[in-house]
């Protein structure tokens, strides 16, 4: 196990490039279950999360290679199970999303219910109710969805939330359905467009996907294609977090504005030069951070994902800021290992106050899930003297390589063994 060592106070400069989206290359992944013939998926990130989905497809009977660091070919020519196993499950959520392709493609799906999570309960109530929907008899046995249709068909389905992962589940189930699907409430984030697009490509009949309403024209069968992932907006807003924590000076290339509005919106808000340039965003900060009031909310509103990023460059600076976590009910554990550091917050079921300091203390802390362990990075790259943070294996689920992209803007950051770690 590995831990990351910073010593704050370098204004980081220079260019970084943005990864593919993780959020987007997992679903897609998922996809290449829907046809029998090879998928091409360029642009996919080398992460944690990527590895586990591989070998989640590997034990379904999919074939994988690497064509290159970032290209995968996948191919499930045929099916050799139909078990998402509570193990994989549990190590990565997304492994849920097997379960729509897999009764679109076979017929059958037994997908272990992934649980709870470190930010949350994490239901799956609306990817059930959706999939059941379409004409599916599913049972709930030993912590296990057990599922069998002969063939889908087409419905009406209204979904409580704009989830995204039951927007997707959905989605690569109604493809291959008998006759139309209508998803109302559909979740509109970039990940789910970039979904239909290759679903689209495949041979599907997808429309208005970035809406709140889908419509699906199911087909008989789909073919392979081959499809660029597009890059990782939430990764982009945390390299701009690092420019902006560290009164830095850089070219986030591979931001995607129209994507990262609300961010955009809210960084220039708390005194942040946001400025468009031809292949990314630059970021700077010269005066002070300045307070604002942040609301997480479904796209295109501020993402979740970049709470716990805001959160540490709100907790510099002048004046009080309040944080409304609206989409997980336990999403501040990040706000506990700041307070460590020197940062004055104060929690309240959903709502968080942050009154800004001067400068935060390093000091030795924990990662508790994904967001938060890369809050922690950040708040260690303004703080005065050496920040320590443990369990980075929470960073490698979903950013790949960020301390090297870090020390390449300068970033006094190294990764080393964690040998103190149980
Ligand atoms: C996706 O998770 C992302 N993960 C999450 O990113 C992201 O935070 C989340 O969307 C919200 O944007 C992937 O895409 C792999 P949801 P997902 O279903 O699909 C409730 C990261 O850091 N809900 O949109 O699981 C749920 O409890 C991760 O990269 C139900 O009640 O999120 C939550 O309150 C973290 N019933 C809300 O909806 C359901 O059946 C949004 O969850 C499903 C969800």
């Not at 340039?277 to 295109?300: C, I, N």
Request: glycine share 10%.
């Amino acid at each position: 196990m590995d831990k990351i060592v910073i010593k704050g106070g370098v204004p980081l400069a220079g260019e970084v490039m943005v990864s593919g989206s993780k959020n987007a290359a997992l679903p897609i992944m998922m996809a290449s279950l829907l046809t029998s013939e090879p998928v091409v998926i360029r642009n996919v990130p080398q992460l944690r999360d990527i590895a586990t989905a591989l070998s989640l497809l590997h034990n379904l009977g999919v074939e994988g290679r690497w064509l290159d660091d970032h290209t995968l070919e996948l191919c499930a020519s045929r099916i050799i199970s139909h078990q998402a196993p509570y193990e994989l499950v549990k190590t990565m959520r997304a492994s849920f999303f097997v379960l729509g392709p897999l009764l679109a493609r076979t017929g059958r799906a037994r997908v272990s219910t992934p649980g709870g999570c470190a930010i949350g309960a994490r239901p799956v109530n609306l990817h059930i109710r959706g999939i059941r929907a379409l004409g599916t008899r599913i049972q709930m046995r030993h912590g296990y969805v057990e599922a069998h249709a002969d063939r889908l068909t087409g419905a009406r389905i209204w979904l409580d939330t704009p989830s995204v992962g039951a927007t997707e589940n959905i989605l690569m189930a109604a493809v291959l359905a008998r006759g139309h699907t209508t998803l109302e409430n559909a979740a509109r984030e970039p990940e789910v467009q970039d979904l239909a697009r290759m679903l689209n490509a495949m041979g599907a009949k997808i429309r208005g996907a970035g809406s709140h309403v889908i419509e699906i024209e199911g087909v008989e069968r789909l073919h392979g294609t081959e499809h660029t992932v597009i890059n990782d907006r939430i990764e982009a807003g945390t390299l701009m977090v690092a420019a902006a924590i560290t009164g830095g000076d850089v070219l986030v290339r591979g931001a995607c504005a129209d994507q990262l509005k609300a961010t955009i919106a809210k960084l220039q808000e708390s005194g942040i030069e946001v400025t468009p340039e031809a292949d990314g965003l630059r970021v700077r900060r010269k005066g002070p951070v300045r307070p604002v009031e942040l609301r997480t909310l479904p796209y295109p509103g501020f993402p979740t994902d970049l709470q716990a990023q805001m959160m540490a460059l709100l907790a510099h600076g002048e004046g009080t800021s309040v944080i409304t976590e609206t989409i997980f009910e336990n999403r501040f554990m990040h706000a506990l290992e700041l307070l460590r550091m020197g940062a004055d917050i104060v929690m309240k079921g959903p709502t968080a106050v942050v009154r800004g300091v001067p400068r935060l203390s390093g000091a030795p802390v924990m990662a508790t899930d994904l967001r938060a362990s890369s809050s922690l990075v950040l708040a260690g790259l303004a703080a005065e003297n050496t920040t320590e943070v443990h369990r980075v294996y929470h960073l490698d689920r979903g950013y790949e390589a960020l301390d090297s992209k870090l020390r390449s803007l300068g970033a006094r950051i190294e990764r080393v063994p964690d040998r103190g770690a149980s």
